[in-house]
Nanobody, 118 residues
């Protein structure tokens, strides 16, 4: 079992930046994919960014709507995954969830609210 705890959400003006953190209760080295999802009211949860490790190589995947603005990164010694969000837009407003996926296991954090005002 892995517990994931997100932090770093908040209220920011359009054009601003936030960095979300997701800290795991144990090492994330063995977790194949660490990612961030978001869910806005009335919408389905959607993938924002993911970092998949295969044979030592990192494969990054971003939603089209955040490419060039968001960056996902891992800090394995700190058991932490980050989501750097720049040039935020009101449509980025959502609850952001951290996810870890490996084999048949799928772990989720409790979510952190990001609100972007216009």
């Amino acid at each position: 079992q892995v517990q994931l705890v997100e932090s770093g959400g908040g209220l920011v003006q359009a054009g601003g930046s936030l960095r979300l953190s997701c800290t795991a209760s144990r090492s994330i080295v063995s977790i194949n994919t660490m990612g961030w999802y978001r869910q806005a009211p009335g919408n389905e949860r959607e993938l924002v960014a993911a970092d998949t490790r295969r044979f030592g190589t990192s494969y990054l995947n971003y939603a089209d709507s955040v490419k060039g603005r968001f960056t996902i990164s891992r800090d394995n010694p700190k058991n932490t995954v980050y989501l750097q969000m720049n040039s935020l837009k009101p449509e980025d407003t959502a609850v952001y969830y951290c996810n870890g996926r490996t084999g048949a296991y799928d772990y989720w954090g409790q979510g952190t609210q990001v609100t972007v005002s216009s």
